[in-house]
């Protein structure tokens, strides 16, 4: 697995700022976590999603090309950041909303 966050300049109230990202082998999502301007949190997997968020269609460029817009700043980030992430999207989202966690929803 790789892991990137991705911040996102912008001034759009509705969109994300952040975005952390947990890539399978072909680069595809397999669980995001979005945080807004106004510190909420969105969350995706292949179990469940919060109306906002989603994964992702196609696979997600290497960073260096998604830094190539000035309004992004990718990098790679370790399994314990992304964890920790999701977990706090968790705990602060409750899940009762969009079903309960499953097994692939907490383990990487």
């Known amino acids: 697995?790789?892991?990137v966050r991705v911040e996102w300049r912008h001034s759009f109230?509705?969109?994300p700022v952040t975005i952390y990202?947990?890539?399978d082998e072909h680069r595809r999502e397999v669980r995001k976590v979005e945080v807004f301007p106004d510190g909420?949190?969105?969350y995706a997997s292949k179990r469940?999603?919060?109306p906002s968020t989603g994964l992702g269609l196609v696979p997600f460029p290497p960073p260096a090309e998604v830094a190539e817009d000035p309004a992004f700043?990718?990098?790679e980030i370790t399994a314990d950041e992304f964890e920790k992430m999701w977990r706090i999207?968790?705990?602060?989202l409750?899940?009762?909303s969009v079903g309960e966690p499953g097994p692939d929803d907490r383990e990487p």
Request: net charge negative.
């Open 89 to 92: 999207a968790l705990d602060t």
């Open 94 to 96: 409750q899940l009762s």
């Open 21 to 23: 990202s947990e890539l």
């Open 40 to 42: 909420s949190f969105g």
């Open 73 to 75: 700043d990718p990098v």
């Open 1 to 3: 697995m790789t892991y």
């Open 13 to 15: 109230p509705t969109e």
């Open 48 to 50: 469940a999603e919060t």
